[in-house]
C-alpha cells in the first residue's frame, strides 16, 4: 500500500518536546515502512521522521495549539497533497470533515480519536458515520460514547528498543519519583506531590506548561507545594526524559478524568519503571495490577503502593512493552484494518 499519515501541525514528528500524538504517528510512519509500504507524511516543515515528508507550514504552530486557521490550512493541504495515496489516516480534528466533503474515489480515509469522547468530539465524529472510519485507543475511551460508531480499538505501542531499561536507583541526590506529562488538575501534579511526600520519597515533576490554564493551574495549586521534596523540572528534551524514567522508582499518574490513554505509562514500563495509577480512564487497560504496577483507588492507597514497588520486577514491566504493547502489534492491527477498508471500497475508475 502507499499510505498517507497526516499529523497535527502543533508538533515536530517525531516530538522533540513532549507529544504523544506525533510520537504515535512517528511509530506508525516508521513501523508502515519497515513493512514493505510506502509512506507519506504531511506533517511539518521541521519534522525529522525518516520517510518521505511533505507540508505547507514550515515550522509546528505549537504557540497557537488549538486555532483553527493553521490546522485548517494544514488539513486541506494535506488531503490534497495526498490524492496519490491509496489510504490515508488522519490524526487532525479538521482533516476527517474535510475528507467527508471532498472526497477522493477509490481513496479511504480513516481517523484515529485521540481526545475524550465527550459531547463536542462525540457530536464530531458521530458526523463521520459511513464516510470516515473511525479508531478509538481504548475500550475507555469508547464507552465515553457508545452510539459514535468505531471500526476498531487499537492501543498505543512504542518501541522498546528505543529506552533502555532503567535500575531505579535514582540520581546524585537519591531515590525519586517521577511525574510526567503536561500541567492540569486531571492530570493530577498536585495529588503527585502529596503521595510522595506522605511517602517520605522525592518527586520530581517533567511537565508540559504552554496554555495560559496550565500556567494558572501551576501558579495557583503547585507552585506553592514545591520544596527540595518536590521540583518542577519544566518541559524536557525526550533524552532527558528517558533517563528520568530511567533513574525513577516509579511514575505516579495520579489521574481523575476519563484518560483516553497514556503513552508515558507505556515510556515508563520500557524503562522497567513500574506505574502507579488511579482505577480511570484507560489506566485498568495498560497496568497490570502488581505487575507492571498498581492500580489505586485514592492517594492513601498509592502512599501504601508506593511501599510494594521494591517487590516488582523491572524487566516484567518493560516486557509488556516487548510484547502487547510493542509498536510491532500497533502497525500490524493497523494495516489489517487499512486492508479491510481497502477490500471493501470501490476501486478508482
Known amino acids: 500500500m502507499r499510505i498517507g499519515l497526516i499529523a497535527p501541525p502543533w508538533t515536530p514528528v517525531p516530538p522533540p518536546l513532549y507529544g504523544g500524538i506525533e510520537l504515535v504517528v512517528d511509530g506508525l510512519a516508521r513501523g508502515f515502512a519497515e513493512a514493505g509500504h510506502e509512506v507519506v507524511l504531511?506533517?511539518?516543515?521541521?519534522?525529522?521522521?525518516?520517510?518521505?515528508?511533505?507540508?505547507?507550514?514550515?515550522?509546528?504552530?505549537?504557540?497557537?495549539?488549538?486555532?483553527?486557521?493553521?490546522?485548517?490550512?494544514?488539513?486541506?493541504?494535506?488531503?490534497?497533497?495526498?490524492?496519490?495515496?491509496?489510504?490515508?489516516?488522519?490524526?487532525?480534528?479538521?482533516?476527517?470533515?474535510?475528507?467527508?466533503?471532498?472526497?477522493?474515489?477509490?481513496?479511504?480515509?480513516?481517523?484515529?480519536?485521540?481526545?475524550?469522547l465527550e459531547e463536542d468530539l462525540a457530536a464530531l465524529y458521530l458526523s463521520l458515520h459511513g464516510e470516515v472510519p473511525v479508531i478509538a485507543i481504548s475500550e475507555a475511551q469508547r464507552r465515553d460514547a457508545p452510539h459514535v460508531p468505531v471500526a476498531a480499538v487499537i492501543h498505543h505501542g512504542i518501541d522498546a528498543r528505543s529506552f533502555p531499561l532503567g535500575d531505579g536507583t535514582g540520581d546524585a541526590e537519591g531515590e525519586y519519583c517521577l511525574f510526567l506529562g503536561r500541567m492540569a488538575p486531571d492530570k493530577g501534579a498536585h495529588r503527585a506531590i502529596e503521595v510522595a511526600r506522605k511517602a517520605g520519597v522525592r518527586l520530581l515533576m517533567a511537565a508540559k506548561m504552554r496554555e495560559p490554564a496550565e500556567v494558572r493551574y501551576f501558579t495557583e495549586m503547585v507552585e506553592p507545594m514545591l520544596g527540595p521534596d518536590a521540583v518542577y523540572l519544566g518541559e524536557v528534551p525526550h533524552e532527558q526524559k528517558v533517563d528520568l524514567l530511567c533513574g525513577a522508582r516509579a511514575l505516579l499518574f495520579p489521574i481523575r478524568w476519563n484518560e483516553p490513554f497514556g503513552m508515558v505509562m507505556l515510556e515508563a514500563m520500557a524503562c522497567g519503571t513500574p506505574v502507579l495509577a488511579f482505577r480511570e480512564g484507560a489506566a485498568p487497560e495498560v497496568v497490570d495490577h502488581g505487575r507492571t504496577g498498581f492500580l489505586c483507588d485514592d492517594e492513601e492507597d498509592m502512599v501504601a503502593a508506593l511501599a510494594k514497588v521494591p517487590g516488582l520486577d523491572r524487566h516484567t514491566c518493560r516486557e509488556a512493552v516487548e510484547g502487547y504493547f510493542s509498536v510491532d502489534r500497533m502497525v500490524a492491527d493497523h494495516l489489517a484494518l487499512f486492508e479491510s477498508v481497502l477490500a471493501a471500497t470501490p476501486r478508482r475508475g
Open 42 to 116: 504531511f506533517t511539518t516543515g521541521d519534522s525529522t521522521c525518516p520517510v518521505e515528508r511533505r507540508w505547507v507550514l514550515e515550522h509546528a504552530e505549537g504557540s497557537r495549539i488549538g486555532f483553527a486557521v493553521p490546522e485548517l490550512r494544514h488539513a486541506i493541504a494535506a488531503h490534497d497533497s495526498l490524492v496519490d495515496c491509496d489510504v490515508v489516516h488522519d490524526h487532525t480534528l479538521a482533516g476527517p470533515a474535510l475528507a467527508c466533503r471532498r472526497p477522493v474515489p477509490g481513496r479511504p480515509v480513516l481517523t484515529t480519536i485521540h481526545g475524550p
